[in-house]
């Protein structure tokens, strides 16, 4: 069964600290997405990767296509980045180009 | 253009009554897909539109449910005789033809079946 596998499930912090939330997934994708879902529903693409690393501001994406694995790290957390962070992989291969996601990791930043 | 939009935001209704929800992609997206999220649980894949040509629907989508992309731009998704179980937030996503640039999901359009 292809699955998405993220942990830590809940994480709470301090404002300030470095967090790491982590996404391995079971067989080959062709990219790997991660979204944040505020309280409401309404859900945010923060990155899609297939390879090596990206960078937006406090956010930055790694994944390890050998390894099955891929990061989402936040700098300098603050409150506001209290959300749900779901990562999602498109599988290679023919069938529903959709998005089979994780189930998320429910970050919470204490000021 | 101001993203993918979802109406309504949210819906109460009684078992066994009919629903339909609307989504409207970014205009120049041809894929559109619809997604069921349960509290506490990532979204699971519905069905598919690629242009008005629906080409994948999940088993998770009995005969009561029903989606449709008419002309290719905004889409319905129809459940009929609501049961509880169907309470849930409805999400719609578009992507570009290339699929190179992500996808673009909408707010969601939230049931509770009471």
């Known amino acids: 069964k292809n699955e998405v596998e993220q942990s830590p499930q809940n994480l709470t912090a301090q404002e300030g600290e470095f967090i790491t939330i982590n996404c391995s997934y079971s067989?080959?994708?062709?990219?790997l997405h991660w979204l944040q879902q505020h309280p409401g529903g309404g859900i945010v693409s923060l990155f899609m990767l297939s390879s090596g690393k990206k960078k937006h501001g406090r956010l930055i994406a790694t994944i390890n296509i050998q390894e099955k694995h891929s990061s989402l790290h936040i700098t300098a957390s603050h409150p506001r980045d209290s959300a749900v962070y779901i990562c999602a992989v498109q599988y290679s291969g023919g069938g529903a180009d959709g998005l089979t996601f994780g189930k998320g990791t429910h970050l919470i930043i204490q000021p | 253009d101001t993203g993918v939009s979802q109406d309504p935001r949210h819906k109460i209704t009684k078992r066994g009554q009919n629903v339909t929800f609307r989504c409207d992609p970014i205009?120049?997206?041809?894929?559109l897909y619809w997604y069921r999220q349960t509290l506490g649980q990532g979204p699971e894949f519905l069905t598919y539109?690629?242009?008005?040509?629906?080409?994948?629907k999940s088993r998770l989508l009995s005969d009561r449910f029903s989606a449709e992309r008419p002309k290719g731009s905004f889409s319905t998704l129809e459940i009929q005789r609501t049961e509880q179980g169907d309470s849930a937030m409805y999400l719609c996503?578009?992507?570009?033809?290339?699929?190179?640039?992500?996808?673009?999901f909408g707010s969601g359009t939230r049931l509770t079946v009471v």
């Open positions: 067989v080959g994708i062709s990219a």
């Open positions: 539109f690629q242009n008005e040509a629906q080409l994948e």
């Open positions: 205009s120049e997206h041809n894929r």
């Open positions: 996503a578009s992507s570009h033809p290339s699929g190179g640039r992500g996808y673009t």
